[in-house]
């Protein structure tokens, strides 16, 4: 065998160890990763009402309205307001709702600013006190709630602050990270619930992707202990540093 052919094999040998190398690093990078079940973006919400019931005499608001904190959403006439009254109660106006004590009623106001949702102060209404009258959900607040099921193991590498790669409506991929960590049992499974969250997801040029209710996809990186971890950590970092990945 000439000394051509001795290196042509021996370049052969090593290009095949370089593609099985490659091959197992990307295995074992996959390994590490686990693709949401369902995935939509939620956003952060706070209740309105509860602390009176009564008639709804004034509605200023329907779902969907955007306000800004302090905006009047409604009014109550209460006649649990005007017996508390005229014993001697002496309820002050706050930043949720304005006392008319004369009239006896309540307006509610918005503590945040956001957008109203599942709105039960509709206009004539009866609306009983403790259970919260309107919804709103906070502006700026968005994040991501993204179910998985996963082996036991596999959940037991979920870990606070892993990160996330969010893919959107438009196929673009954004960065999150986990920040709590929810589990039932389903079939032996783990029915895994993540929050997401990505400061990218309040960007102005997502406005027509970012809404909650809007279905995403989520990969999330689970912990590698796996005896390639170190090389494949390294490895996978270096290509993102270069651009080719």
């Known amino acids: 065998?000439?000394?051509?052919?001795?290196?042509?094999?021996?370049?052969?040998?090593?290009?095949?160890?370089?593609?099985?190398?490659v091959l197992t690093l990307i295995f074992?990078?996959?390994?590490?990763?686990?693709?949401?079940?369902?995935?939509?973006?939620?956003?952060?919400?706070y209740d309105v009402g509860a602390a009176y019931g009564g008639t709804v005499i004034k509605q200023y608001v329907k779902e969907g309205d955007v306000v800004a904190k302090g905006d009047k959403l409604f009014t109550i006439n209460s006649v649990p307001l005007q017996q508390d009254l005229s014993n001697g109660l002496d309820l002050q106006s706050s930043d949720a709702y304005t006392v008319d004590k004369k009239a006896g009623t309540l307006t509610y106001k918005a503590t945040v600013a956001?957008?109203?949702?599942?709105?039960?102060?509709?206009?004539?209404?009866?609306?009983?006190t403790g259970a919260p009258f309107a919804t709103i959900s906070v502006v700026?607040?968005?994040?991501?709630?993204?179910?998985?099921?996963?082996?036991?193991?596999?959940?037991?590498?979920?870990?606070?602050?892993a990160p996330v790669d969010i893919v959107l409506p438009n196929n673009e991929?954004?960065?999150?990270?986990?920040s709590t960590i929810e589990v039932t049992t389903d079939q032996s499974k783990a029915l895994t619930e993540l929050r997401i969250d990505s400061p990218e997801l309040t960007n102005s040029d997502l406005a027509n992707v970012n809404h909650p209710g809007t279905p995403v996809t989520a990969t999330v990186q689970m912990r590698d202990d796996g005896p390639l971890a170190g090389v494949s950590d390294m490895a996978f970092n270096f290509l993102r540093q270069i651009g080719l990945k």
């Not at 074992?28 to 919400?45: C, F, G, P, V, W």
């Not at 991929?173 to 986990?178: L, Q």
Request: proline share 1%; glycine share 10%; net charge positive.
């Open 140 to 161: 700026d607040s968005q994040y991501v709630d993204a179910k998985f099921l996963l082996s036991p193991g596999d959940y037991a590498r979920i870990e606070k602050g």
């Open 114 to 128: 956001g957008q109203v949702t599942d709105l039960k102060a509709k206009l004539g209404n009866s609306l009983g």
């Open 28 to 45: 074992n990078q996959r390994q590490t990763k686990a693709t949401s079940l369902t995935a939509t973006i939620a956003a952060d919400t």
């Open 1 to 21: 065998m000439t000394w051509t052919n001795r290196f042509r094999l021996f370049g052969g040998i090593i290009g095949v160890l370089l593609i099985v190398a």
């Open 173 to 178: 991929i954004i960065a999150g990270t986990v």
